[in-house]
């Protein structure tokens, strides 16, 4: 069964210092959201691609964060500098389309000291 | 303005006994709504969707969900509940008349505990 990919599981830095998380969506999927999830909350969502492009990055912290999805298939989510508030898992999701339902990656936890 | 809302943090049942674990919405048009569900440590699976038709959708692991348009609910349930079934739930929509802005509204959880 085709899964969303991400590495590393887990990341371990100290504030002000550069992160970087990848995901590998499943094949044929044209849509990649990158979430963040606080522990026991909902996911938010940081950035939405359709393909290349970016159609939603609302909420992402642009003096910061990062991301991209050059070729359309695997992304990249940056952070710089990290600070402790960005502790969370990052959680990286596919779809066929916009409107269909969303395949979760296992996730990136991130802890910042 | 969208919303979604799980109105219950926790939801305690024993093993055997049916479970609901509730949803409702608010959107100001059609919605698409759905229930995934997170195991401890692992990431966000994909339950069940409601597009349109039947308001009673079966979905994995036995769960199944049924859509209330006057009531704008789309309530979890599964007739016995399992140990397993231990995890957090999470209940989300997506206003089709939301152009192309088709972001994901999400509820903030519900943790479900099955007691052997």
């Known amino acids: 069964e085709a899964e969303v990919a991400q590495s590393p599981r887990y990341k371990i830095t100290e504030k002000s210092q550069a992160v970087a998380f990848w995901c590998d969506p499943i094949?044929?999927?044209?849509?990649l959201y990158w979430y963040r999830q606080i522990l026991g909350q909902g996911p938010e969502l940081l950035v939405q691609?359709?393909?290349?492009?970016?159609?939603?990055d609302s909420q992402l912290p642009k003096d910061r964060f990062s991301a991209e999805r050059l070729k359309g298939v695997d992304s990249t989510l940056k952070i710089q500098p990290a600070e402790l508030g960005d502790s969370a898992m990052y959680l990286c999701?596919?779809?066929?389309?916009?409107?269909?339902?969303?395949?979760f990656g296992p996730g990136t936890r991130l802890t910042v000291l | 303005a969208q919303s979604v809302a799980q109105p219950e943090d926790q939801v305690n049942v024993a093993e055997g006994n049916p479970l609901t674990v509730k949803c409702t919405y608010s959107v100001s048009g059609n919605p698409y709504l759905f229930w995934y569900v997170q195991y401890p440590n692992r990431g966000l699976q994909f339950l069940l969707k409601y597009i349109t038709g039947d308001n009673l959708v079966k979905g994995s692991y036995g769960f199944e969900a049924e859509f209330n348009k006057s009531q704008t609910s789309f309530h979890l349930k599964k007739p016995s509940a399992l140990v397993s079934d231990s995890a957090l739930y999470f209940c989300a929509v997506r206003d089709l008349n939301a152009g192309n802005n088709r972001k994901l509204i999400w509820g903030l959880g519900t943790s479900l505990a099955v007691n052997p």
């Open positions: 094949s044929g999927h044209a849509t």
């Open positions: 691609f359709q393909d290349e492009s970016v159609v939603d």
């Open positions: 999701a596919s779809s066929l389309g916009a409107g269909n339902e969303q395949f």
